[in-house]
């Protein structure tokens, strides 16, 4: 049911997306400021929640993820909705915005806030974060210049 939802924003926001059943999962590609990268939804129906999440198309090298998450944890500070995250085991970065609705109705309004709390927040900080997985700024120096 959830899925149903998250659907109707997608095509109410013209997004084309593939859908993959088993996972309960839809996926998207936003082609935003910075560049493209994938857009997923979950759903899980019997905890009641639903998860988007914005992913980094490319993986951050080993010797720079400790790197990447300090970044990551200063971008973290004082974000309204959501947050961005790092998998040390692959280096996967994403940002992550869900929504618990038990005893609630989910609402294509409310798809398109947590979508947006990513496509916003990857669009604005893909630079800084590409900037620090390469090495060319430390962390307190990319935080200095996240988002301009």
């Known amino acids: 049911m959830l899925l149903d939802t ?47 999440y914005g992913v980094m198309p490319d993986n951050v090298d080993e010797g720079r993820r400790v790197a990447v998450g300090a ?5 973290n500070y004082g974000l309204p909705i959501g947050s961005f995250e790092i998998d040390f085991n692959d280096g996967e970065v994403r940002f992550r915005a869900g929504v618990d609705v038990e ?17 916003i927040n990857l669009d604005l900080y893909r630079k800084a974060i590409e900037a620090v ?4 700024m430390d962390p307190l120096e990319a935080l200095s210049t996240a988002g301009g």
Do not use: N
Not at 14 to 35: N, S, T, Y
Not at 104 to 115: D, I, K, Q
């Open 133 to 136: 997985a390469g090495g060319s």
């Open 6 to 52: 998250a659907r109707a924003f997608f095509e109410e926001a013209g997004w084309a997306c593939e859908e993959d059943d088993e996972k309960q999962m839809l996926r998207a590609i936003h082609d935003g400021d910075a560049g493209a990268f994938p857009v997923y939804i979950r759903a899980d129906d019997e905890r009641e929640q639903l998860i988007v």
């Open 71 to 75: 970044l990551l944890a200063g971008l």
């Open 103 to 119: 005893g609630g109705e989910l609402t294509p309004s409310m798809v398109r806030s947590l979508a947006s709390a990513c496509v």
